[in-house]
């Protein structure tokens, strides 16, 4: 009896001790587990934490695109050439949680307190609208068996098939439904529309530019009854010359270019922003745009935003100094009409419809003035006009002439085919049955140096280098073989000038010239004296400026200072940046070669027999250059080029110039030297300009005034 009373305490015991052995591990499990936990925490909240809040920061942070006045642009003296317009503006903002409901109530209200036009509205609009409206009827447009047949028939994914039944709904609205709104649903259409038209937190304009006093102040009473309606200041652009380089700006109607969507969505930017579309406003579009404001936004547990806090306000854009010199472009631009003017209403000038000028500082590159205009007959009065083109100045092509004959001769220089000084004969040179010549030789054997190939125009000088490069054996009336890497020879060289390449000025859309795929004998010396390949008007500026400040190819440029926006509209805001002076490379010469060609220029105004001599004649200022004819083709008729480049003052040069008139005749025997006239009235004009402000005043060095830049008058 006791034996079995012990082996049932024993199993008691075994019992005991299993159970507590169990919870042991029971709490010690737990005791893991809640240490495993709070381990966990800790690294979250301590290791983790701050790189989860800025995650969380992050999220909660949301760019919104109020409207701030795009950066203005001013010249060179502070004259204002592209300022901001303040107008009133209702906008509309809507949030994650809005829904169509929602906005189309408030359309309803805003449609009580101002007039929109409803001239934008769409046929596409409409059918929304209508389906918006009538919801139970727009679900009968398309039967439930269609939608089971589209839904579990077809091979679409439940997506595609929803996609497909609106698509269906939309189109079988009728047009007579389409034209069932009154004038009061469709005012409530237009508004509903821009409301529509954006992402969420990012302001719309409703209505902009023409909201009157009454409308202003009636909706910014009411705002407590408009969620998401706001009264705001818009801003127009407004251009104060009609310098075509300054570009232009998208209107918040017209939005983001469709060709360039992705990329300004990429970088934030909203549908109806407005941005550059071309020239200076696009080139620096980063500047010119501002800062877009940042806010948080507090959500409560639903989700729901309850409250908005303003991280950073929007900073307007950056102003840009010009290097353009308005006054100076004024008297240029008229000088450039007037001439062009009077040019077509003379003989032979069915095909003359340009002119340019480029007028710029050669030792930093700065543009001082950009002239280019077109001359069209006005189809309605007959009368002739004058249209602003200054972009052709970098983007039209033409054949040079005699003006790329300093190129030739630093080439043949760099190639050792001619030395300083050399005296060549100029003659008439027969290759097989085609006979050359310089214009001004009638038929004889002249001797002529350097200088004087330059100064008087020799054309068969040039062509002897030519012939030098290409070692060519030339005899009077054989053929010529020569080497035809002589093409690229010469293309390189022109090409460290700024010929045929591209110059590097800040603005888009630049041409890089013409160049000729012939390597004919004949080709080559047509090459030499700038009868072949083309170049833009700026280009010829960039090389005679080369030659000027001594042979560094310097970038020309139009941004001359980046500032922060005038605090006060008076007085210039403080300098961020200045723009930098860009060398792109150094020509293959001396400055002995240099000196010698600048003597040649030199020689074309003063010399006895230069092309251009008296041209600055009783002038307290002197200068050297080079003019230029050439043979081209306009509309398959015959025609003459017209060119002109130069710099001056010859010992410290402060300009250099480059004029090119295409097609002025379509006699190539008869034509003015219309290009001498343009630069003898453009250089004077630069240096009457230069004294006259150097007797101004100048107690307002210190400060930089704004001024409202002078009325230009062209189209």
């Given at each position: 009896m006791k034996k079995q009373v012990r082996k049932a305490d024993q199993a008691k015991i075994r019992q005991r001790k299993h159970i507590t052995f169990r919870m042991n591990f029971l709490f010690f499990s737990i005791f893991v587990l809640f240490s495993v936990l709070i381990f966990r925490l800790g690294y979250l909240q301590i290791v983790k934490g701050e790189e989860y809040s800025r995650e969380l920061e992050k999220k909660e942070e949301i760019p919104i695109n109020t409207s701030v006045p795009r950066g203005k642009i001013f010249d060179r003296m502070?004259?204002?050439?592209?300022?901001?317009?303040?107008?009133?503006?209702?906008?509309?903002?809507?949030?994650?949680?809005?829904?169509?409901?929602?906005?189309?109530?408030i359309a309803q209200k805003l449609a009580d307190l101002i007039e929109k036009d409803t001239k934008r509205i769409t046929i596409g609009d409409k059918r929304d609208f209508w389906i918006l409206k009538n919801p139970e009827k727009a679900l009968k447009k398309v039967s439930k068996k269609e939608q089971l047949a589209l839904e579990k028939g077809s091979s679409l994914s439940r997506i595609e098939a929803q996609r497909k039944i609106n698509s269906l709904t939309r189109e079988r609205v009728t047009d007579e439904e389409i034209e069932s709104f009154t004038d009061e649903e469709l005012e409530v259409l237009a508004i509903y529309r821009e409301m529509m038209s954006g992402y969420a937190y990012s302001p719309q304009i409703v209505k902009s530019?023409?909201?009157?006093?009454?409308?202003?102040?009636?909706?910014?009473?009411?705002?407590?009854?408009?969620?998401?309606?706001?009264?705001?200041?818009?801003?127009?652009?407004?251009?104060?010359?009609?310098?075509?380089i300054l570009g232009s700006t998208t209107s918040p109607i017209e939005g983001l270019p469709k060709?360039?969507?992705?990329?300004?969505?990429?970088?934030?930017?909203?549908?109806n922003d407005r941005v550059g579309r071309s020239y200076i406003e696009q080139y620096y579009e980063e500047l010119l745009k501002g800062q877009t404001t940042i806010v948080k936004n507090i959500k409560d547990r639903k989700g729901s935003v309850v409250e908005t806090k303003t991280i950073r306000e929007g900073e307007p854009g950056k102003d840009l100094i010009l290097t353009i010199d308005s006054e100076l472009q004024q008297e240029l631009e008229k000088i450039v009409s007037d001439k062009l003017l009077e040019l077509k209403k003379g003989p032979n000038s069915q095909e003359l419809d340009r002119a340019f000028l480029v007028m710029m500082n050669p030792n930093n590159g700065e543009i001082l003035s950009l002239v280019g205009k077109q001359v069209v007959t006005n189809k309605e009065t007959g009368k002739l006009e004058i249209w602003d083109y200054a972009y052709g100045t970098f983007t039209a092509l033409h054949e040079?002439?005699?003006?790329?004959?300093?190129?030739?001769?630093?080439?043949?220089?760099?190639?050792?085919a001619v030395s300083i000084g050399e005296v060549k004969i100029d003659e008439e040179i027969k290759i097989g049955g085609i006979r050359k010549?310089?214009?001004?030789?009638?038929?004889?054997?002249?001797?002529?140096?350097?200088?004087?190939?330059?100064?008087?125009?020799?054309?068969?000088?040039?062509?002897?280098?030519?012939?030098?490069?290409?070692?060519?054996?030339?005899?009077?009336?054989?053929?010529?073989?020569?080497?035809?890497?002589?093409?690229?020879?010469?293309?390189?060289?022109?090409?460290?000038?700024?010929?045929?390449?591209?110059?590097?000025?800040?603005?888009?859309?630049?041409?890089?010239?013409?160049?000729?795929?012939s390597t004919l004998t004949g080709i080559l010396l047509d090459l030499s004296i700038g009868q072949y390949d083309t170049y833009t008007t700026l280009q010829l500026a960039q090389y005679v400026s080369t030659i000027a400040n001594g042979g560094y190819r310097v970038a020309p440029?139009?941004?001359?200072?980046?500032?922060?926006?005038?605090?006060?509209?008076?007085?210039?805001?403080?300098?961020i940046q200045e723009s930098e002076v860009k060398v792109l490379n150094r020509i293959e010469n001396t400055d002995a070669e240099i000196e010698q060609v600048k003597r040649g220029m030199h020689y074309v105004y003063y010399g006895a027999d230069g092309t251009a001599r008296n041209i600055f004649a009783g002038k307290d200022y002197d200068g050297a250059g080079k003019t230029g004819t050439a043979q081209a083709f306009s509309n398959g008729k015959p025609t003459i080029n017209l060119s002109h480049v130069g710099f001056a003052p010859?010992?410290?040069?402060?300009?250099?110039?480059?004029?090119?008139?295409?097609?002025?005749?379509?006699?190539?025997?008869?034509?003015?030297?219309?290009?001498?006239?343009?630069?003898?009235?453009?250089?004077?004009?630069?240096?009457?300009?230069?004294?006259?402000?150097?007797?101004?005043?100048?107690?307002?060095?210190?400060?930089?005034p704004i001024i409202q830049a002078p009325e230009i008058e062209s189209k």
């Open positions: 502070g004259h204002v050439l592209v300022d901001n317009d303040p107008k009133n503006a209702i906008t509309y903002t809507k949030m994650t949680s809005t829904s169509s409901k929602d906005m189309l109530e530019g023409d909201v009157t006093k009454e409308e202003f102040a009636i909706v910014s009473e009411r705002l407590g009854e408009l969620p998401g309606v706001d009264t705001t200041t818009d801003w127009e652009r407004v251009k104060k010359s009609d310098n075509a060709s360039r969507e992705d990329y300004f969505l990429a970088r934030g930017y909203s549908r040079a002439g005699s003006t790329v004959k300093m190129a030739t001769l630093l080439t043949g220089y760099q190639e050792d010549k310089s214009l001004f030789n009638k038929g004889y054997r002249i001797p002529v140096s350097d200088i004087q190939a330059i100064g008087r125009s020799s054309n068969v000088y040039m062509f002897k280098i030519a012939m030098a490069v290409a070692n060519a054996n030339y005899r009077y009336g054989e053929s010529l073989s020569i080497d035809k890497k002589a093409f690229d020879t010469f293309r390189q060289s022109f090409a460290s000038f700024g010929l045929g390449t591209k110059t590097g000025i800040d603005l888009p859309g630049e041409a890089a010239g013409l160049i000729g795929d440029k139009v941004l001359k200072e980046i500032r922060q926006p005038s605090e006060d509209g008076e007085i210039l805001g403080p300098l010859y010992e410290n040069p402060e300009i250099a110039y480059a004029v090119v008139i295409p097609n002025i005749s379509t006699d190539q025997r008869v034509y003015k030297y219309a290009q001498n006239d343009i630069v003898k009235q453009a250089v004077d004009e630069y240096f009457k300009l230069k004294a006259k402000r150097a007797k101004e005043e100048t107690s307002t060095a210190a400060k930089q």
